[in-house]
């Protein structure tokens, strides 16, 4: 077995577009982690979901956390506060962090259900797991922030910690399975980046050299996305292989 690394971060991201929960370990199933990005904030008339990379509006969305407590996500906001989505004064607490009127809908496609009108349909198909590397940080940093870059801005499911130059090391891994803890991966395609990665967000200022520095150098593409052959237990410092055949 060819040894990659170590896992760094896993995390969850129960509401798409707001920052997630950094978890200590936790099964991926065959749909990845569960309840990651399963609900979404939407216009309240439209029930267009959120787009803060396309709509200066949802930016203020980045500002926002959730986790998972219960069945339900909570919504974390700047002054502290943490409300269900069950909670009746959270829709007077989201439309004073916005300025407008905003609902939490769950996505169609994770209820597994799509003609109700209380259901947001997602923008684009996600991924079971979404992989990045330390390694690719690192050249990133290089390129666009000397004071480096932090993994938030691209929401990965997990983060691999990686001894080897700064390169777009996990580009080389598309079409093999790779195990990563207890569960294997196999990596389909490299990660199309958006404007959601030079937005500001808590203790990151703005930076737009981040995507112009993906867009020049790596045709767009930072990190990786895969399917998941064999569901099991992931848990940070644990080791990921390339399996022998």
């Known amino acids: 077995?060819?040894?990659?690394?170590?896992?760094?971060?896993?995390?969850?991201?129960?509401?798409?577009?707001?920052?997630?929960?950094?978890?200590?370990?936790?099964?991926?199933?065959?749909?990845?982690?569960?309840?990651?990005?399963?609900?979404?904030?939407?216009?309240?008339?439209?029930?267009?979901?959120a787009a803060p990379e396309?709509?200066?509006?949802?930016?203020?969305?980045?500002?926002?956390?959730?986790?998972?407590?219960?069945?339900?996500?909570?919504?974390?906001?700047?002054?502290?506060?943490?409300?269900?989505?069950?909670d009746a004064r959270l829709v007077a607490k989201l439309r004073s962090h916005f300025g407008f009127d905003v609902s939490v809908l769950p996505?169609?496609?994770?209820?597994?259900?799509?003609?109700?009108?209380?259901?947001?349909?997602?923008?684009?198909?996600p991924s079971p797991v979404h992989l990045l590397t330390t390694s690719s940080l690192d050249l990133l940093s290089n390129l666009a922030s000397p004071s480096g870059i932090d993994s938030r801005r691209f929401r990965?499911?997990?983060?691999?910690?990686?001894?080897?130059?700064?390169?777009?090391?996990?580009?080389?891994?598309?079409?093999?399975?790779?195990?990563?803890?207890?569960?294997?991966?196999?990596?389909?395609?490299?990660t199309k980046r958006c404007g959601m990665t030079l937005i500001a967000q808590p203790g990151l200022d703005e930076t737009p050299e981040i995507l112009r520095s993906i867009l020049r150098h790596n045709r767009r593409n930072l990190g990786i996305y895969c399917t998941v052959d064999t569901p099991g237990l992931v848990t940070t410092g644990a080791p990921a292989y390339i399996p022998a055949l």
């Not at 170590?6 to 929960?21: A, D, F, N, Q, V």
């Not at 203020?60 to 002054?79: C, H, K, V, W």
């Not at 996505?107 to 198909?125: E, H, M, P, V």
């Open 1 to 49: 077995m060819k040894l990659l690394g170590t896992i760094k971060e896993i995390w969850r991201y129960p509401i798409s577009s707001l920052g997630g929960e950094q978890l200590d370990s936790v099964e991926i199933t065959q749909d990845g982690i569960a309840q990651d990005r399963t609900w979404c904030l939407a216009d309240a008339l439209s029930r267009h979901p």
């Open 107 to 125: 996505y169609s496609k994770a209820c597994g259900r799509t003609s109700d009108d209380y259901l947001a349909t997602n923008r684009y198909d």
């Open 54 to 86: 396309k709509e200066q509006r949802w930016r203020p969305a980045l500002f926002l956390f959730s986790r998972l407590t219960s069945q339900y996500p909570e919504i974390g906001f700047p002054d502290g506060a943490w409300l269900s989505i069950r």
């Open 156 to 190: 990965p499911t997990i983060t691999l910690q990686t001894s080897a130059e700064p390169e777009f090391l996990e580009k080389a891994w598309i079409g093999k399975r790779l195990q990563i803890g207890q569960a294997v991966l196999h990596a389909i395609e490299e």
